[in-house]
């Protein structure tokens, strides 16, 4: 693991932590250890909708939490392209290899193509929400750091 990245986090699943991706500075929380599951708010919500699942999550599960860009503390334009990336550049510099994803509408649209693409990177995809996908828009898409 490089020096730069941050280990999972057992203490405060309150904590705000930040990385840098592409112009944009993300805002995430990483609480727990296990399984890694990446949970992935909707349109105008932040991370912060995902707090009440955390305690019942986080001593079996690594809990982690992105704030996309231009919600909550995250900068950046919003958009789900975008967000695929994000999603691909956190899992990086937190050095998950493994997740399951949790999606819930705009979230779940972030997540879906990263379930369908990398099928060796993510263990389960669970949209919180239904929605149409657009599965066209998506074709070519890529995650960094997978392998």
Do not use: N
């Not at 912060?48 to 305690?55: A, C, D, F, G, Y």
């Not at 998950?96 to 997540?111: E, K």
């Amino acid at each position: 693991m490089r020096s730069d990245r941050q280990p999972c986090a057992t203490g405060d699943p309150t904590a705000d932590k930040y990385f840098a991706a592409d112009g944009a500075r993300l805002r995430y929380r990483d609480a727990g250890r296990g399984p890694a599951v990446m949970m992935i708010h909707g349109w105008t919500l932040d991370l912060e909708m995902w707090q009440p699942q955390v305690p019942a999550l986080h001593d079996a599960f690594r809990v982690v939490r992105l704030d996309r860009r231009g919600f909550g503390l995250s900068t950046g334009r919003p958009a789900v392209r975008q967000d695929i990336a994000d999603i691909g550049a956190l899992c990086a510099y937190l050095d998950i290899r493994r997740i399951a994803l949790v999606g819930m509408s705009q979230g779940a649209r972030a997540a879906f193509p990263r379930g369908a693409i990398k099928e060796s990177a993510s263990c389960a995809l669970i949209p919180a929400a239904q929605a149409e996908f657009g599965r066209l828009e998506f074709q070519g898409a890529v995650f960094p750091g997978f392998a």
